[in-house]
């Protein structure tokens, strides 16, 4: 099958680009810079050209603080973009894999979210990916829409961001109050080309097992780096954000794939990247 994946310069799209032709896909990866998928014009004209079995929607406006005050350029492409790509895909004979998140859930549960729980997002993020959603449930008679949560991978991310920030400070205050799945690029990767395996269409929910708090994360990846920094736990109220972040944002596997514990995938990525401890 060929495969068109949008978003391929990032963190997902990378994985998928090299997973899938592994897997005996033949894979054309466009970047941001190559394919604006706000831009119904380039969607169709993209689509016609390449002639895809399957788009895979990677790309996404995802600074959830700037979504807040760009929320025209958010809802261009979390929501127009996916609603261009399911409408001209539905007229050329393509199946659609949308990228979404637990963002569009408010946190509220005292559970994991599943699959068919009522969104209810509590900031343009998470709107405008909900929206963009709708779109996709709307005019696509073929797709699967896979929600996600923490994702880290080959670029900027909560992890990196943790080492580099371990050598310039001895003390660091990270959120004990807002929940989530940490979840490896690599893994979701591989969890998706699951479910495109498996040709059935829906809506699924593909985290790595397990969840923690924000300090919890920090700590794991400290003490797998080998890092020696004081971490102190504090309440998201100490450090006020534009954007509303949902404080239970674990997503439940419920009919979904599988991964391993976050702590697994974790590991492989710091030894990856070359940051995980050689041990005492």
């Known amino acids: 099958m060929k495969v068109l994946v949008t978003g391929a310069g990032g963190q997902?799209?990378?994985?998928?680009?090299?997973?899938?032709?592994?897997?005996g896909y033949k894979v054309i990866g466009l970047t941001r810079e190559e394919l604006d998928i706000s831009d119904a014009e380039a969607v169709?004209?993209?689509l016609r050209?390449?002639?895809?079995?399957?788009?895979?929607?990677?790309?996404?406006?995802?600074?959830?603080?700037?979504?807040?005050?760009?929320t025209g350029l958010a809802y261009r492409v979390n929501t127009l973009g996916p609603r261009n790509l399911a409408q001209y895909g539905e007229r050329l004979g393509c199946?659609?894999?949308h990228v979404s998140t637990n963002y569009v859930f408010d946190g509220s549960s005292s559970r994991p979210y599943e699959p068919f729980d009522l969104p209810n997002p509590i900031s343009a993020y998470g709107r405008t990916k909900l929206a963009g959603e709708e779109y996709v449930k709307c005019l696509s008679s073929r797709f699967y829409i896979v929600r996600t949560a923490g994702v880290y991978g080959m670029g900027r991310n909560f992890v990196r961001t943790m080492l580099r920030l371990a050598g310039e400070r001895d003390t660091l205050k990270v959120k004990?109050?807002?929940?989530?799945?940490?979840?490896?690029?690599?893994?979701?990767?591989?969890?998706?080309?699951?479910?495109i395996e498996s040709g059935m269409y829906g809506i699924y929910h593909i985290t790595n097992a397990g969840f923690c708090s924000w300090y919890e994360f920090a700590r794991e990846i400290f003490k797998l780096s080998g890092r020696e920094v004081e971490v102190l736990p504090v309440p998201a109220s100490e450090y006020p954000?534009?954007?509303?972040?949902?404080?239970?944002?674990?997503?439940?596997?419920?009919?979904?794939?599988?991964?391993?514990?976050?702590?697994?995938?974790?590991a492989d990525?710091?030894?990856?990247?070359?940051?995980?401890?050689?041990?005492?």
Request: glycine share 10%; aromatic share 6%.
């Open 44 to 46: 169709e004209g993209s």
């Open 95 to 97: 199946e659609l894999l």
């Open 269 to 280: 990525y710091l030894e990856r990247i070359g940051a995980a401890s050689a041990g005492p």
């Open 176 to 195: 004990d109050d807002e929940f989530i799945s940490p979840t490896y690029a690599r893994d979701l990767a591989g969890g998706m080309i699951r479910v």
């Open 49 to 70: 050209k390449h002639r895809p079995g399957l788009v895979i929607n990677a790309a996404a406006y995802t600074n959830v603080d700037s979504c807040e005050e760009e």
């Open 12 to 23: 997902l799209g990378l994985e998928l680009m090299e997973l899938m032709p592994a897997r």
């Open 241 to 266: 954000l534009p954007a509303a972040r949902p404080a239970n944002g674990v997503l439940s596997s419920l009919g979904s794939p599988e991964l391993r514990h976050w702590r697994e995938g974790l």
